[in-house]
């Protein structure tokens, strides 16, 4: 996250003008999970908002995070996007569930990604999968705070460009259909077929991603079974065509 919580600018991913912008009770502590792959990040944002939101738990991977959100049915799960075990979307499908209407209609865990990429497909991903909202890890503490309590409220936030995005994105009259074939792949698997598809070898995957040569493979696996494709050749093609690459 940009800055300290006293602070109240941010960069071009922070909230300082967050869309729907709207008051909150500050004496009112949310119950919040933390759901992020790098301990150290947790830590950070756990210090800069742990005063404010009161956290019930924390989680690193997909697995860990179903279970947490599961057994502490907190009001807020801040969520990753980048996971190990299939991504934040992974998350929200195996809790859509517990997703509700809120505390002012019946209770639910409301999902608010917070994430360092901006992509396009991650935003529309987790918001397809029914995160209420969507800011970058350039927000401020205090930011952090009030888009976590208009969450809990029923609000949907968005850091300021990312919701003129998500608007034209939803607007747009050539937006393709779904894909049901992307789909059908986790987050970890489309990031092996896209660095597949710009040809690297699976040792470079390997050390891209973190992970082992074996579980590069088996992800490889994966792509072509559920996409119904016999080799790297047809899936670097069918990349391509849907522009991955």
Partial sequence: MGGTGGTGSSG??????????GGTDEARRVRVVLVDDH???????RAEIGEAVEVVGEAEDVASAVAVVRETLPEVVLLDVHLPGGGGVEVLKQC?????PGRAAGPGVRFLALSVSDAAEDVI?????????YVTKSITGDELVRAVGRVADGDAVFSPRLAGFVLDAFAATDVPPLDEDLDRLTQREREVLRLIARGYAYKEIARRLVIS?????????????????????????????????
């Fill in 12 to 21: 071009d991913g922070g909230t300082g003008a967050l869309s729907g912008a």
């Fill in 39 to 45: 301990r150290m990040f947790r830590t950070g944002v």
């Fill in 96 to 100: 859509a569930d517990l997703q509700g």
């Fill in 125 to 133: 991903g987790v918001i397809r999968g029914g995160a209420r909202g």
């Fill in 213 to 245: 040569v074996k579980t590069v493979e088996t992800h490889v696996s994966a792509v072509l079974r559920k996409l119904q494709l016999s080799n790297r050749h047809e899936l670097t093609r069918w990349a391509t065509d849907r522009r991955l690459v």
